[in-house]
């Protein structure tokens, strides 16, 4: 039994206003992502992209054949969130050729607020999408252990879905298969670089912050030029700050879209974090950095880090990168 999902385009414009009202507190770089959407809304014609309200919608509700994996037996429900992105990704077409707008996401949010099972979700839709032959789709780390935090949600979401089941869904240790289009959804890790001449069609490229260089993201974004609707999709908290680590030269190339310093049509961005002269210590703040924050997120949950944060200097930087999604020196 799937279970029911939020309407997509209701629920991405009632997001986007709200946040923009003040209704939901959001950092600027949120507020620009929904600003963006509503004006892509009102001005999509001109600017030769469409609205696909039942792409978008089918996209959502694909989520609810998939099963919660840890302590849960009830389905997978986005959050508004979690619909505003799922919808942009999915709902978007270009008039020129009809095929999806988007080829590349950059998503940046504080750690436990549901990232890696929303990617794993993502990946396994691209993996049985429209039933393209040969669908390759990776969830790429810097280590082993790293890929496997977006691919072992799939495969345990894979393994629980007769949904899943009935499409001819393969799970296996170490891959996820559909045999009747011979696509396949792995993990890799640093060995991604080995994928020279691969045809993928997602790269789920996970804590990009980690990446000690553009190694693999370049691979990965290489192999898709082929395909007529991939996606690289970069998800990460913050780090440490370094102007030549891939993640921030990706987060500078996402902000700047945002800002309308640059205008790449094909890139969605969402980052959710503090905005500069923020106090970090007001917990009404933590909410900008964690939409899930009071949903799938207790703030009882982020209080004794924050209560450690305050005593110890140690601490301080660990608690503002992972759970404020803060970059920090």
């Known amino acids: 039994m799937h279970t029911p999902q939020l309407n997509a385009t209701e629920t991405s414009l009632n997001y986007a206003q709200s946040v923009l009202k003040g209704e939901l507190i959001a950092g600027n770089y949120v507020k620009l992502a929904c600003k963006r959407f509503l004006d892509d809304i009102e001005h999509a014609q001109e600017k030769g992209i469409r609205w696909d309200a039942q792409a978008a919608q089918r996209k959502v509700n694909f989520f609810g054949t998939l099963k919660h994996w840890k302590g849960r037996t009830d389905g997978f429900r986005l959050l508004p969130w979690e619909v505003f992105i ?19 996401a950059y998503i940046e949010v504080a750690r436990k607020n549901g990232k890696s099972h929303l990617a794993a ?29 977006v691919f072992k949600p799939a495969k345990m979401m894979a393994s629980g879905s007769s949904f899943l089941a009935r499409e001819g ?9 559909v045999l009747k289009t011979n696509s396949m959804f792995i993990p890799v890790s640093s060995e991604a670089k080995n994928l020279e001449g691969k045809n993928i069609r997602c790269a789920i490229i996970d804590e990009l912050h980690r990446h000690p260089d553009d190694t693999v993201y370049n691979v990965l974004t290489k192999s898709t030029v082929s ?25 500078e190339y996402a902000t700047k879209t945002l800002e309308g310093v640059l205008k790449v049509d094909s890139l969605f961005a969402y980052i959710a974090t503090l905005d500069k002269d923020d106090d970090w210590t007001d917990e009404k703040n933590w909410y900008k950095a ?40």
Request: aromatic share 8%; proline share 5%.
């Open 227 to 251: 395909r007529n609707q991939p996606l690289v999709l970069s998800i990460t908290t913050a780090g440490v700050y370094n102007p030549e680590c891939i993640c921030w030269i990706c987060r």
């Open 86 to 104: 799922v919808a942009n990704l999915f709902g978007w077409k270009k008039l020129s050729d009809g095929y999806r707008r988007f080829r590349e």
């Open 290 to 329: 964690n939409p899930s924050l009071g949903e799938a997120l207790r703030i009882e949950d982020l209080r004794p880090g924050a209560a450690r944060a305050k005593e110890s200097p140690s601490q301080l930087n660990d608690f503002k990168t992972k759970h404020l999604n803060i970059w920090t020196e």
């Open 121 to 149: 979700g993502i990946g396994l839709e691209m993996t049985i999408d429209d039933n393209e032959p040969g669908a390759e789709v990776v969830s790429a780390a810097c280590s082993r252990d790293q890929a496997y935090e």
């Open 169 to 177: 869904v393969n799970v296996q240790r170490a891959a996820i298969n």
